[in-house]
């Protein structure tokens, strides 16, 4: 398994704030859930056609961390 790290997390998303790495990291989500969630923020991946399952804990929280990067 490979481990979340800051730098594995900032491979994904790009540089981060402290405040944003440790929102993230309080999650517990995986580094596929990191790069799910940097996908749909992005619009390079969507949820249509996955049937009625809602997002992942992890996903969603993930999501909504970056979606606050942008405002």
Do not use: C
Request: proline share 1%; net charge negative; hydrophobic share 40%.
């Amino acid at each position: 398994m490979i481990q979340v790290t800051r730098q594995a997390i900032e491979e994904i998303l790009g540089g981060l704030k402290e405040n944003d790495y440790a929102a993230i990291e309080a999650t517990g989500a995986n580094l596929k859930d990191i790069a799910e969630a940097k996908s749909l923020a992005d619009g390079t991946s969507d949820i249509v056609g996955q049937g009625e399952s809602a997002l992942a804990g992890p996903v969603k929280e993930v999501l909504t961390i970056l979606g606050e990067r942008t405002k």
